[in-house]
């Protein structure tokens, strides 16, 4: 079994998932060899040799994969995956865009956001916002798989894997990059963070948010919302949990003005321990809260902050 | 220019579904279905363009058994102008459906597809990328915006950090996020309208696509139920069970 693992990164920094992504690719076999892609990313793969586990990194250093464009990603890949059993990703909006192209182009199928490994062939994975959960097993020779990096631990840095340059150069001529706007924050990332507090329409606009900043920046938690918050703009779309949008798994989740629709609960019921506020005392999130707290969030947002 | 729409028939997203006793499948015995509802935000996108002038027919196409005209019937009441059911009783993965799509633009020649980004059944997010893979066009997955000008379209992608724009030479395949628009409702005129519209029906069979499966169910199990918790009385209660008992801050 060898195993390509996509790293995850943004030039400077590795993303935490990836750690957790070769923890289940370890689970598939014990020949991982991580695929660094972008521009001028050499220290990222000095980071990626140290993730135990991995016994080669391989670096495609090319403002073809600057930006990580679908096309050109997996084009790369698909070039590289002779020799490979698994092509392995984070279910990731990076990993969602380009491993489908390389499963077609190889014509074998993907099993999409995994949260646990059986055996080389048989894998976990949700299905109806996480309603149910299949176990699937592939017949197909080379195996593309995301996977769910909230259900997996990190491994941890031991590692010094040997470094190799991949001298493959991929180019659409039909997709190109036009410009990122990338919320800055010096909060933790939420699908790394140990504590996340997120706000839903209770919180009625964008500026009542800063009362879940106060409470954030006591306990070194990140931010996030429900898709209806995203939707009335009050903050970014890339702080929606759910189904649709990331999914979190922290030690503490507190659902501020949140009511729980199953598309919500899909993204943080695996928290591990569960806070709701909401002055609604039938609101479906209170069926998964470890802790309930039926209150105007306004009175006991403040409250919770000053008493931290 | 014309849009092909590919609309898939599933649960209504209000549906929790119950797994079978033999834990075979999820029990779908009576369950109300629907459009995807990302499939309607892509209908919703190319009749918006249809309305501007940017494109002139929207062609919807649904791969399924005969209950899926259903869900066609819905998207041409949104504004869609023709209908293709795919007719297939086999649950197919979403590689076959790929293929089969490809045929499908293949006949047609789009200069865009616009898809759901992810099918709230399988939750797979696939199809999309895998046909843009096998019919050679660029993708732009995700799409809160669509810009279409001279032969390009330039779309504004919701990613992990932000937003990301690309430009993208069409023929296109753009799948679609929640942000995208916010889809209307048909009128019942139109509802009536739809029932006229043409709908043509192609066994599956006919396109000449390999469509054995290559994935095995073993099995599918309810998700782990979550002990019920407490409702505390206050604030203090609140700190003071975080704090000692379930000891996740200092
Ligand atoms: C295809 C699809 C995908 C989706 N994907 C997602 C997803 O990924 N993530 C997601 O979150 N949703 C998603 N949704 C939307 C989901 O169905 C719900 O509409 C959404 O989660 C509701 O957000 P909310 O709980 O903030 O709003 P509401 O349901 O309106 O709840 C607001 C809550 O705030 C409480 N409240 C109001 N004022 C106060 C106050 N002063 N003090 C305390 N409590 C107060 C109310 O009691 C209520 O419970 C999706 C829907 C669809 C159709
Ligand atoms: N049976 C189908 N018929 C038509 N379109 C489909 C079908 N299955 C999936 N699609 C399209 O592919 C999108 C993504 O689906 P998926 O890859 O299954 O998550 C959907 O939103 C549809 O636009």
Redesign the interface.
């Known amino acids: 079994m060898s195993i390509l693992v996509y790293a995850e990164h943004?030039t400077e920094n590795l993303k935490p998932e990836t750690a957790k992504v070769v923890k289940a690719a370890t689970q598939m076999g014990d020949d991982v060899h991580l695929l660094v892609a972008g521009e001028n990313c050499q220290s990222i793969a000095e980071q990626a040799a140290k993730l135990a586990g991995v016994a080669k990194v391989l670096v495609a250093d090319n403002a073809a994969y600057g930006?990580q464009?679908?096309?050109n990603t997996?084009d790369l890949l698909v070039e590289m995956a002779g020799g490979y059993t698994h092509i392995v990703a984070g279910a990731?909006?990076?990993g969602?865009?380009?491993?489908?192209?390389?499963?077609?182009?190889l014509?074998?199928?993907?099993?999409?956001?995994i949260i646990g490994v059986e055996s080389d062939d048989?894998f976990i994975?949700?299905?109806?916002?996480?309603?149910?959960?299949?176990?699937?097993?592939?017949?197909?020779k080379v195996k593309v798989v995301t996977v769910r990096a909230a259900s997996f631990d990190a491994v941890d840095e031991s590692g010094s894997a040997d470094i190799e340059a991949v001298d493959v150069v991929k180019t659409?001529?039909?997709?190109?990059?036009?410009?990122?706007?990338?919320?800055e924050s010096e909060r933790p990332e939420l699908?790394a963070a140990d504590?996340v507090i997120s706000g839903g329409r209770g919180m009625q606009n964008g500026e009542n948010f800063s009362l879940l900043e106060g409470i954030a920046d006591k306990?070194g938690a990140a931010i996030g919302a429900s898709?209806a918050a995203?939707?009335a703009g009050f903050v970014?779309?890339?702080m929606q949990v759910g189904?649709?949008g990331?999914i979190v798994a922290p030690?503490?989740y507190i659902a501020v003005g949140i009511s729980g629709a199953?598309?919500h609960l899909a993204g943080m019921?695996d928290s591990?321990?569960?806070?709701a506020i909401n002055k609604d005392?039938e609101a479906p999130i209170?069926?998964?809260?470890?802790?309930?707290?039926?209150?105007d969030l306004f009175e006991?947002l403040p409250?919770?902050e000053s008493?931290? | 220019m014309k849009i092909l729409v590919p609309v898939k028939r599933t649960i209504d997203y209000n549906v929790k579904v119950k797994v079978k006793a033999d834990s075979s499948a999820v029990d779908l015995t009576n369950a109300k279905m629907a459009i995807n509802p990302f499939c309607e935000i892509a209908v919703e996108e190319a009749v918006r363009l249809k309305e501007k002038g940017v494109a002139d027919e929207v062609v919807v196409v649904s791969i399924g058994s005969k209950s899926c005209q259903e869900q066609i019937r819905t998207a041409l009441a949104l504004g869609a102008d023709r209908g293709i059911q795919v007719e297939t009783e086999d649950a197919l993965e979403s590689l076959q459906i790929a293929k089969l799509l490809a045929k499908v633009v293949e006949e047609e020649s789009p200069e865009m597809v616009i898809l759901g980004k992810q099918s709230i059944d399988s939750d797979n997010n696939q199809t999309g990328q895998m046909l843009a893979a096998l019919t050679g066009m660029p993708q732009g997955t995700f799409a809160s915006e669509v810009e279409v000008n001279d032969g390009k379209v330039k779309v504004t992608r919701e990613i992990d950090g932000g937003l990301q724009t690309v430009e993208l030479t069409l023929p296109a395949v753009i799948t679609t996020d929640l942000r995208l628009n916010e889809p209307r409702y048909a009128s019942l005129p139109n509802i009536m309208k739809a029932k006229r519209k043409p709908l043509d029906v192609k066994p599956a069979a006919d396109f000449g696509v390999e469509l054995e499966s290559h994935v095995k169910v073993l099995k599918v199990t309810p998700p782990p139920e979550r002990q019920g918790g407490i409702k505390v009385a206050d604030v203090d209660e609140l700190v003071e069970k975080l704090k000692n008992e379930a000891k996740v801050i200092s």
């Open positions: 943004d930006h464009l679908a096309e997996a990731t909006t990076t969602k865009n380009f491993m489908p192209r390389v499963a077609a182009l014509d074998v199928a993907q099993i999409s956001d048989t994975r949700p299905i109806y916002a996480g309603n149910a959960i299949a176990t699937v097993q592939t017949a197909d659409s001529e039909r997709s190109s990059f036009v410009t990122e706007s990338l919320t699908t504590i306990l898709r995203v939707d970014a779309n890339d189904q649709t990331k030690q503490l199953i598309q019921k591990k321990v569960i806070v005392e209170f069926q998964v809260a470890d802790y309930g707290l039926v209150a006991a409250e919770l008493k931290l």
